[in-house]
């Protein structure tokens, strides 16, 4: 997802997607570490999408602080 669609939520959605995604890695690496992950690039593409999220997140907390 594009960091313009995450500009559209709310804080509380971003929380929530941030822990969402952050399950979604933990699964990606326990499955990568079994041998059961056949696509090992969704490890990174959901890094990037969390890392995306908590860009988004930090510039709303601080637009509400300033």
């Known amino acids: 997802m594009k960091a313009a669609k995450f500009r559209e939520m ?17 699964n990606l690496r326990v499955g990568n570490t079994t041998k059961e992950l056949q696509n090992t690039a969704r490890i990174g593409g959901t890094r990037r999408e969390l890392a ?15």
């Open 10 to 26: 709310s804080v509380d959605e971003l929380e929530e997607q941030v822990d969402q995604l952050r399950t979604q890695m933990f």
């Open 52 to 66: 995306r999220v908590l860009t988004v997140l930090s510039e709303k907390r601080r637009q509400t602080v300033a």
